[in-house]
């Protein structure tokens, strides 16, 4: 059994996602095991209690310095002894101890095809907006390993969804939940899950 932890700040879609495969077995051989939050009132955290799953959270605003809250997220994902740790809308710069623990035992979901509408800035309904700004006619969504940089390691799974006349920043984010985030992030963890990711020359191949 692979051990999850979900790491996220708002909603948790993704999170309820995981959880709704796990139940209809679309996700085979893992348990999430805990969920940490950085905020307090994270929607995500009622999400984990209703399914009986332990969650925790560890807000900067309680540190007074920022080595201190590294020092506690990093111990709080060690404490669930994770095989695996997916950022599910974590919208927090990473510890670097927390990046090196978890090399190639970490994934990230990201609502662009990368290396499109990422990196610094680029995240939550600020990637929508730009997307339409440029007038994109595809965009989608990425999982991938999470490395020092931002939305730059290994990609493992991506899936593109069009960008309609009339799109909002909202209704193109929930497209690309629905249609993409909803469906890739259960994929990545089922097929890490049963050993069917494999890393070669500094790239992620994961096999249907
Ligand atoms: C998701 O769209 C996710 O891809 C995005 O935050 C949202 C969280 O929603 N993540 C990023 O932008 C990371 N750069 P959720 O809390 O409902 O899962």
Redesign the pocket.
């Known amino acids: 059994m692979l051990r999850v932890v979900v790491m ?8 309820q996602a995981v959880l709704d495969a796990l139940r209809d077995g679309k996700i085979t051989n893992a348990e999430v095991v805990g969920v940490i939050s950085n905020k307090k009132d994270a929607y ?1 955290l009622t999400r984990a209690a209703d399914a009986g799953i332990p969650a925790v959270c560890v807000s900067p605003k309680d540190y007074a310095e920022r080595a201190q809250f590294d020092e506690a997220l990093l111990a709080a994902a060690d404490s669930f002894s994770p095989d695996l740790v997916v950022l ?2 974590f ?1 927090v710069i990473l510890p670097a101890a927390l990046i090196s623990r978890y090399r190639n035992r970490m994934i ?4 662009s095809l990368i290396p499109s509408f990422c990196g610094k800035g ?3 309904l600020r ?1 929508h907006e730009e997307v339409l700004a440029r007038g994109c006619k595809v965009t989608g ?1 990425t999982v991938h390993f999470v490395d020092e940089g931002c ?1 730059s390691g290994p990609i493992l799974l991506q899936k593109a969804v069009e960008v309609k006349r009339g799109d909002t920043p909202e209704t193109l ?1 929930r497209r690309v ?1 629905e249609e993409a ?1 909803w469906q890739l992030l259960p994929q990545a963890i089922d097929r890490i899950a049963n050993g069917r990711v494999t890393f070669e020359a500094g790239h992620a191949y994961a096999e249907p």
Not at 8 to 15: A, K, R
């Open positions: 996220v700040s708002g909603g948790g879609t993704n999170l995500a599910a809308g919208l990230n979901i990201h609502p680029f995240y939550g990637v969504a939305d984010q939940m985030e």
